[in-house]
Nanobody, 131 residues
Framework: QVQLVESGGGSVQTGGSLTLSCTSSAFSYLTACMAWFRQVPGQEREGVAILQEDSITSRYAPSVKGRFTISKDNANNILYLQMNSLKSEDTAQYYC????????????????????????WGQGTQVTVSS
């Protein structure tokens, strides 16, 4: 069973920065497409960034490209989302996700990513950006 634990959310002013972390002991042996999604109440879960199995190739939603960076620390089993120049519209619950076994190519090869291709989810961490 893959368990993901997010941290790093909080409240920040417009223009500020936050770094979200997602840890899992499974990262030590799991090679899969990984992603960060976000969700606002009443709206669909939105893919923000994906990281392919090579832990190098990434892709971003147009709304965050140039401001957010997804990365993985393989030595410490942590997936990160560095968020800079935050805007009020970035306010959401953020989730890290790992693709279901055998679906990594599909999960990372589709844009926007579909949450149905991801089997493992963290509990979410809230990010609130205010002016």
């Amino acid at each position: 069973q893959v368990q993901l634990v997010e941290s790093g959310g909080g409240s920040v002013q417009t223009g500020g920065s936050l770094t979200l972390s997602c840890t899992s002991s499974a990262f030590s042996y799991l090679t899969a497409c990984m992603a960060w999604f976000r969700q606002v109440p009443g709206q669909e879960r939105e893919g923000v960034a994906i990281l392919q199995e090579d832990s190098i190739t990434s892709r971003y939603a147009p709304s965050v490209k140039g401001r957010f960076t997804i990365s993985k620390d393989n030595a410490n089993n942590i997936l990160y989302l560095q968020m800079n120049s935050l805007k009020s519209e970035d306010t959401a619950q953020y989730y890290c996700a790992v693709a279901r076994p055998g679906f990594s190519r599909q999960a990372c090869g589709t844009w926007p990513p579909s949450h149905t291709d991801f089997d493992y989810w963290g509990q979410g961490t809230q990010v609130t950006v205010s002016s």
